[in-house]
């Protein structure tokens, strides 16, 4: 029993590329990902009936194809919006837009994309999906990394400063298992 989550949908052609944000497809490497989950799944977690979240975005149903759970796709759980940033790498958003790059790097919670969101906003965003969370169990949610970030941080009760900067590595599955005050963390990944 227990809250899961996975990582970020299997590796995108975008995260191949180094933008962000967009709707690509999974990387060939990411494809392979989605097909080894359902049994990463169930070595770990056995049979018990699992339901699937995922966004409404490509990277995420993909990569949830192959699990033979109920699936439910949230427009909620779509990856921050990074406004006139988005399909831009870093780079790209450094250059065009430097003064935004740095107020970024001084208070990356706060910052919001021109035409788009903060970490702030998510938070507030995603506040129907954790009460969700908060009443259901065994849920597993194929998620992007800020979504994650943001889910994450609040069943480990984590600071708005830690929050942006949370590890959440590609190909793993991080269960969380609530217990007194925090979680209990499992972490299975797949070698690809
Ligand atoms: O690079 C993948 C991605 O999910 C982007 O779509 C998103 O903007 C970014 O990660 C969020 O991470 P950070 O806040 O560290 O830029």
Not at 5 to 31: A, C, F, M, T, W
Request: charged share 30%; with cysteine; glycine share 6%.
């Amino acid at each position: 029993q227990g809250y899961l989550q996975s990582r970020i949908h299997g590796e995108s052609v975008y995260n191949l590329e180094g933008k962000i944000g967009g709707d690509s497809s999974l990387s060939p490497r990411g494809r392979k990902y989605a097909l080894a989950l359902p049994d990463l799944i169930k070595a770990n977690l056995g049979d018990q009936p699992l339901t699937v979240w995922t966004s409404t975005l490509k990277r995420t149903i993909e990569t949830a194809k192959h699990l033979p759970y109920q699936k439910l796709h949230w427009k909620v759980l779509d990856e921050l919006d990074a406004g006139v940033c988005d399909g831009m790498t870093y780079e790209e958003i450094e250059e065009k837009y430097p003064e935004d790059y740095n107020n970024r790097d001084e208070d990356k919670f706060n910052y919001r994309y021109r035409g788009g969101e903060s970490y702030r906003d998510v938070v507030h965003r995603l506040e129907p999906v954790i009460m969700e969370l908060e009443r259901q169990q065994n849920i597993l949610i194929i998620g992007h990394q800020a979504i994650l970030r943001c889910i994450y941080a609040y069943f480990q009760k984590l600071s708005q400063d830690d929050l942006p900067y949370i590890k959440i590595p590609l190909h793993t599955v991080i269960q969380l298992t609530p217990k007194a005050y925090t979680c209990n963390e499992d972490r299975y990944k797949i070698d690809i």
